[in-house]
């Protein structure tokens, strides 16, 4: 079974950190880009960062640009997004997706694979 878990969230409080992470099972990321998505109440699923095939390109939404980074270890068939300086605002469900395709974009619609989310609650 195909399946992708997201790991990592939890309670932080603003100014910290957390790493995400997102591992395959049931299926090789190597020929896949995979991207990072967020889900806040009342609020539209927005991509925020995601990393290509080969983990030579990058993007980032430009409200996490400077403050999170991607990053990919094929060999343990896992993704990661490093979370720093965390605002109340980051506050969501965070889902991870996989598209089978060179590049990476942030749209939802064309990705074939999603994790069930992890839930990232930034407050004092």
């Known amino acids: 079974q195909l399946q992708l878990v997201e790991s990592g969230g939890g309670l932080v409080q603003p100014g910290g950190s957390l790493r995400l992470s997102c591992a395959a099972s049931?299926?090789?990321?190597?020929?896949?880009?995979i991207g990072w998505f967020r889900q806040a109440p009342g609020k539209e699923r927005e991509g925020i960062s995601c990393?290509?095939?080969?983990?030579?390109?990058?993007n980032y939404a430009d409200s996490v640009k400077g403050r999170f980074t991607i990053s990919r270890d094929n060999a343990k068939n896992t993704v990661y997004l490093q979370m720093n300086s965390l605002k109340p605002e980051d506050t969501a469900t965070y889902y991870c997706a996989a598209l089978l395709f060179k590049l990476c974009l942030f749209k939802a619609s064309i990705y074939s694979h999603w994790g069930q989310g992890t839930q990232v609650t930034v407050s004092s």
């Open positions: 990393i290509s095939e080969g983990g030579d390109s990058t």
């Open positions: 049931g299926f090789s990321l190597d020929y896949y880009a």
